[in-house]
């Protein structure tokens, strides 16, 4: 999928696929706020993201119409992108994962997308009554009729992915989880191992752990917010240490604090994507070329102990 004429970009294994993808992925929950979404695009293709994020809620489906209005603009190819949606929320009413609303949300995208198929489908947060033999028929219709090439989740957490897995033939590749410097509870609970601090308490059942042994492949969503959507880390008054750091070794690497703290998530071996869901160009192309960026380990530690984390 790299095109010539695409800056380098850190690739990683897709799951337990052959298909290389950029580790930085361009969310597009923001575009019909962006004042140019044709320039979005260009300027994320030109710096190596060719992959990006929607989901049938996102502006009520008009983020997808946005974008691909927006991509029919642009000399892009279509197979010179990976693209991925997600399907199951129904805004402040339930989460749906039954068989007719996985496969009408997925035509509906394909509509508001013009495209044939999309190259993921997820499942977008847990659905308390889902039936797992449902999302395994719709699954299956999807493939077969080439409308969906590959499957995972968000939001969920090992055992809620084994059920599925007991039903689902596809493999589940990809799970979006939030995570960053001031979301770092799947790495709190494996340092405090044996202890009876907060920062101990397992709320998700090892899943960056489960993530590794089952190759699953980890989006960080949102991964410069900090606390329920209270807004974003990077130059807030209100973390002072954390931002005084960031400015410090984002001199060093020769890059921003939005890119030092992207290049903070890249720098797990757990190989994570990182979703940028700014649509202000000059953020993605920081976080863009941050990816080639390696973090040392000593750096590592003290960027998380200054997000107000401790080692014990």
């Not at 059920?163 to 799947?186: A, C, D, T």
């Not at 604090?257 to 071996?269: D, F, N, V």
């Amino acid at each position: 999928m790299e095109k010539k004429g695409m800056l380098l970009m850190k690739k990683i294994q897709l799951g337990t696929t052959t298909q290389m993808v950029a580790s930085v992925i361009l969310g597009c929950m923001r575009i019909n706020g962006a004042e140019n979404p044709v320039k979005v695009i260009e300027t994320a293709f030109d710096n190596g993201i060719n992959f990006f994020d929607h989901a049938d809620i996102y502006g009520d489906g008009e983020c997808e119409e946005i974008f691909s209005s927006a991509l029919e603009k642009t000399s892009l190819k279509r197979e010179d992108l990976f693209i991925q949606t997600k399907c199951g929320i129904v805004p402040g009413v339930m989460f749906d994962f039954s068989k007719k609303h996985i496969i009408e949300s997925v035509e509906g995208s394909l509509r508001r997308l013009k495209m044939e198929h999309v190259d993921a489908l997820l499942l977008h947060r847990p659905d308390a009554l889902v039936e797992p033999a449902e999302v395994a028929e719709a699954f299956d219709e999807l493939e077969k009729s080439g409308k969906v090439r590959y499957f995972g989740v968000s939001n969920q957490k090992p055992m809620q992915i084994e059920l599925l897995k007991k039903y689902v033939r596809q493999p589940l590749l990809i799970n979006q989880l939030q995570f960053g410097l001031k979301h770092s509870e799947m790495i709190d609970q494996g340092i405090h191992v044996n202890m009876t601090d907060e920062a101990s308490i397992d709320h998700d059942g090892s899943i960056l752990d489960y993530s590794r042994l089952h190759e699953m492949t980890i989006q960080a969503w949102s991964p410069y917010q900090y606390g329920f959507f209270e807004g974003v880390f990077i130059g807030n008054e209100k973390f002072p240490n954390l931002n005084q750091k960031l400015k410090e070794l984002a001199k060093k690497y020769q890059t921003t604090p939005t890119g030092l703290a992207s290049a903070w998530i890249l720098r797990h071996p757990a190989n994570i994507q990182v979703i940028a869901g700014t649509m202000n160009v000059n953020r993605i192309k920081e976080i863009a070329q941050a990816s080639e960026i390696i973090i040392s380990r000593e750096d590592w530690y003290e960027l998380y102990r200054e997000a107000g984390n401790i080692l014990p």
